[in-house]
Structures are given as structure tokens and as C-alpha cells.
């Protein structure tokens, strides 16, 4: 797996923006996924994962019902659709994987890509 996060860029609050994970390896089909955010002077926090198959998801609790992820296994690419943003959501975003299904520790997750700066402005 080897991970590169793109789609960041500036956005008023209130608006929305969808990131990409791209995978230029050969075992995305098969990786449970996430995505995180680290922002200025914070720690690295969960956000979204989903499995290899999709059919489970989980969220942080303060994205549940804003961000949705999502995965094309063709493309071998995951994505995070993210809406009615706001300044806390402002943080470089990362993805990764893991094989702890469920987990919202990073320390669970690895081969981590390069990340997208996400700047909301209020």
C-alpha cells in the first residue's frame, strides 16, 4: 500500500469539499481503511474508516452525519466527503490502514500517506 491524500484546499464554513486516497500498491481491494486529521498543535485524531468490503463504516463523533467515506475498489481509491464544514475542521488530512476493524487509535493504523491540508475559513 502506498497512499497519497489529495482534494484539500480552502473553503468558507458552511461548505463542502471531498478528499481522495489513492493507492499506487496492489492490496487496496483487500485493506481496511481511515482517515485522520492532525491539526496546528493537536494531536493526530481519528475520523472515518471503512472496510476493504464497505459494508462497515465508523465515524468520529464529531463528523457523524457531516462526513461520509466511501471506497472504489476498481479505482483503488478511497474518498471523504466532507459538508457543513467549520473552523474545527480545519487540520491536514491523512489516510491509512489498518487491521483493527473499528479502531479510532492511530497507533492501529499504518502505511500512512502524505497528508492534505483542509483550511475552513469562518
Known amino acids: 500500500v502506498q497512499l497519497q491524500a489529495s482534494g484539500g484546499g480552502l473553503v468558507q464554513a458552511g461548505g463542502s469539499l471531498r478528499l481522495s486516497c489513492a493507492d499506487s500498491?496492489?492490496?487496496?481491494?483487500?485493506?481496511?481503511m481511515g482517515w485522520f486529521r492532525q491539526a496546528p498543535g493537536k494531536e493526530r485524531e481519528f475520523v472515518a474508516g471503512?472496510?476493504?468490503?464497505?459494508?462497515?463504516?465508523w465515524y468520529a463523533a464529531s463528523v457523524k452525519g457531516r462526513f461520509t467515506v466511501s471506497r472504489d475498489n476498481d479505482k483503488k481509491t478511497m474518498y471523504l466527503q466532507m459538508n457543513y464544514l467549520n473552523a474545527e475542521d480545519t487540520a491536514v488530512y491523512y489516510c491509512?490502514?489498518?487491521?483493527?476493524?473499528?479502531?479510532?487509535?492511530?497507533?492501529?493504523?499504518?502505511?500512512w500517506g502524505q497528508g492534505t491540508l483542509v483550511t475552513v475559513s469562518s
Open positions: 491509512a490502514v489498518t487491521i483493527r476493524h473499528g479502531s479510532l487509535r492511530s497507533r492501529d493504523f499504518g502505511s
Open positions: 500498491g496492489n492490496t487496496f481491494s483487500t485493506s481496511t
Open positions: 471503512i472496510t476493504w468490503n464497505d459494508r462497515t463504516t
